[in-house]
């Protein structure tokens, strides 16, 4: 971002960056809980402009698409494309596998093939992300 586009996004309604990244990773073999459709939501701790955007949209999504869970991880995990919008001083979350209990260890390798995807999973997790970003940004609330 150049410094007058920054000024001019933060004048705007920017709730915050989604970065949406390895949701066709799901592997019941490879997943130290030995389970499918569990994902991870990343944020940085103590931040509750994150915390709250998080809940809307994990609620949200769970209203659209239930077949499928992102745990929400409090651990500012840095190492994707999120980080450009954090360092600038900007809420961002990460939607993606769950890197502490499913690791794809294919992952930036020669190995890393369309082939080794979980398309259920990508497809479930597209839905509960897309409703979760929608019900959020119309103001739907989650009945319990």
């Known amino acids: ?53 998080a809940s809307k949209i994990l609620n949200g999504g769970k209203k659209t698409w239930s077949a499928i869970d992102f745990k929400p991880v409090a651990n500012a995990m840095n190492s994707s494309s999120h980080q450009v919008f954090w360092d600038r001083g900007f809420d961002a979350l990460v939607m993606t596998q769950n890197w502490e209990s499913d690791f794809n260890p294919r992952w930036h390798t020669p190995n890393d093939f369309v082939e080794t995807l979980n398309l259920s999973t990508w497809a479930s997790a597209f839905k509960f992300i897309t409703g979760g970003v929608l019900a959020h940004q119309l103001g739907i609330e989650k009945k319990l």
């Open 1 to 53: 971002f150049p410094s007058h586009d920054t000024l001019e996004l933060k004048k705007q309604n920017f709730l915050g960056f989604v970065n949406v990244s390895m949701i066709g990773h799901d592997s019941k073999r490879e997943d130290k809980e030995k389970k499918n459709n569990n994902m991870a939501m990343y944020f940085r701790p103590n931040n509750d402009r994150e915390m709250n955007l």
